[in-house]
């Protein structure tokens, strides 16, 4: 089969297509043909490396070599031994949460917090590929009416804005929320979400291009090249500031985000692509009761809720480009240039 293999770290000049042999399912595996696999930071990095030799990986650099790949949706080619319930033929969304199943946190369907959690696509082999080998239990049948391409684009960054805005920092009805990076596929996820929710969503991004295309997505845009301190626009937009902000960014926005919540103040933090070290000071949090949420990815019972919702597209997942997974390079480059708005998804 053809496959997107990283071999070493570099430029997009490293990746190729290969032929490798296609995977075999073992037992409580399938074998899923893939028809669309989306790309995300951990695609990039595992290519890349950490950028200027910073740690951005939470639990250790992936080994290499590694086919990436988190977000697939495909068909099911073939059924290994002991898997009851799925059929070749099925069209099926790929649950990228790998855990042990038996600790105390497991048990508590908190998956997320097993001492052996792991994502699919960087500690095992992902769907850059033809094929791809993943647990039964992390399958997960997609109706008729939902296209590989939007299943593709939804697990990683749904789970991961769905965890953060609903279940943790627990968004209500009515409040102002802020999404930093709202491009992003966790940006764009969230800006949906925060909408479905009946929040009134302000959206930063980048640019009056993208600007306007937050605001076709019902958010009231923020545009950072114009407003760097963004905090200062909040606080004209809101008055006392957003009840909730969401921040996958990290570092490079942290002290302005955190700035931007009003007194008590919900921080829901899910990533660190703008660095890990933020300049703050600690006042600014605990003198007004600011609380700071740590939501990495999510549960399953977290992606179970928010595919629902994209199955009966409530939620609808924004597409920047789609692209033959011939064209791998091109869309790392787009992706490292942030010229996109949503996911870019990749078709072998
Ligand atoms: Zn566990």
Known sequence: MKAVVIREHGGIDTLRLEDIPTPRPGGGQMLVRVRAVALNNLDIWARSGPPGGRPVYPWGRPRLPLITGGDVAGVVEAVGSGVPGLAAGDRVVVNPILSCGQCASCLAGEQSMCPDYRIYGEHIPGGMAEYTVVPAANVLRIPESVSFEQAAAAPVCFTTAWRGLMTVARLAAGEDLLIVGASGGVGTA????????????????????????????????????????????????????????????????????????????????????????????????YQRHRKIFGAPMGSVGDFLTVMGLVFTRALVPVLHAVLPLAEIREAHRIFEAREHFGKIVLVP
């Open 190 to 285: 969230a800006v949906q979400i925060g909408r479905l929710a009946g929040a009134r969503v302000l959206a930063l991004v980048r640019g009056a291009g993208k600007a306007a295309k937050a605001t076709a997505l019902g958010a009231v845009a923020i545009d950072r090249s114009t407003s760097p301190q963004f905090s200062v626009r909040v606080r004209e937009i809101t008055g006392a500031g957003v009840h909730v902000a969401i921040d996958p960014v990290g570092a490079a926005t942290w002290p302005e985000t955190i700035r931007s919540l009003r007194p008590g103040g919900r921080m829901a933090i899910c990533g660190a692509s703008g660095g890990e070290r933020p300049d703050i000071d600690i006042r600014e949090i």
